[in-house]
């Protein structure tokens, strides 16, 4: 039987094409992580795996079954299933939280650096208030200060201690 012959190979993407694709793929691999995540957890909630595992043929449990089975049983009949959905997407959820988190915090307009108001750098620190002292207990490193230029008061990031 003879092969049909394969279509000529289109040509290959040029330099500038496969640069593209490596920013987009460095861009979206993070956040595609907690997607994939969270695609799992809901497989797992939706629990497929029944119609694959036996229920036990010794419901009275005279003979006690092996952790070969006692495992895709307690997937399948006893909530194992929606028990690792929900780790998944947890996951997913505290991943996806870092990400943002660590967006906000590289954002350099949020930074100390300057005054937002008038952008002099003679930026002062003040007493914390109990919400900046929240944020930071949150993983924002926020510290209040006062611009010695244009009296503008409020929270700034502190660069100096976000972690490298
Ligand atoms: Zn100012």
């Known amino acids: ?8 190979l289109k040509k290959k993407r040029s330099r500038r094409q496969r640069l593209k694709f490596s920013e987009v793929w460095a861009k979206l691999w993070r956040p595609g992580l907690g997607g994939l995540l ?9 629990n497929p795996f029944w119609p694959y595992v036996q229920p036990y043929s010794d419901p009275l449990q005279v003979t006690s079954p092996g952790l070969g089975d006692k495992l895709p049983h ?4 006893e909530g194992g299933a929606a028990v690792l959905g929900f ?3 947890a996951i997913a959820l505290l991943w996806w939280a870092f990400l943002v988190r660590n967006a906000i915090n590289n954002t350099s307009t949020l930074w100390a650096d300057a005054c937002p108001n008038c952008h002099s750098p003679q930026l002062k ?17 926020v510290r209040r200060y006062l ?8 929270a700034r990031i502190d660069r100096s201690r976000l972690l490298k």
């Not at 039987?1 to 000529?8: E, L, S």
């Not at 307690?74 to 009949?77: E, F, K, N, R």
């Open 74 to 77: 307690w997937l399948a009949y």
């Open 87 to 89: 780790i998944f997407i």
């Open 147 to 154: 611009c010695e230029h244009c009296n503008w008061k409020g």
């Open 38 to 46: 969270a695609a799992v957890g809901v497989v797992f909630l939706l």
């Open 1 to 8: 039987m003879n092969q049909p012959t394969h279509p000529p």
């Open 125 to 141: 620190r003040v007493h914390r208030h109990l919400l900046d002292r929240l944020l930071n207990l949150l993983g924002f490193p």
